[in-house]
């Protein structure tokens, strides 16, 4: 189960993991409604956290590296311990967003377009 946080209003990723026999929940507060984003953490918080948590192109929308970190504590927060977290942005350089990730979880991959870490804790 992978929660896709900021998954936006469109079923693309959930299509894609579907075909893959992964289910994924969006919670997005800015796309999605609030009884949507209820059910997800609920649903979520009830088998004891996501297996993988997708942060794609959402920490670039936000401007401030505190409103960045809440992200990533709630992300870390949901997922389960040694949950891979995968994070992309589309603006910018993924170097400049490594030292907010490598606070939260424990990096194990950099690539030009996506982090991958892990919850160690």
Known sequence: MNLDVGGGHHE???L?????KVTNVVYDPDNRSAKHNAKAISFVLGIGGSH???LSDVLNLYPSWKDRDAILYYSKFLARKGA???ISVYEGNIDQYTDAVSKRFRII???SDIITAIKAD
């Open 16 to 20: 894609y993991l579907a075909e893959r």
């Open 12 to 14: 693309d990723a959930t």
């Open 52 to 54: 993988s948590v997708t």
């Open 109 to 111: 991959n950099i690539s």
């Open 84 to 86: 891979p977290i995968y």
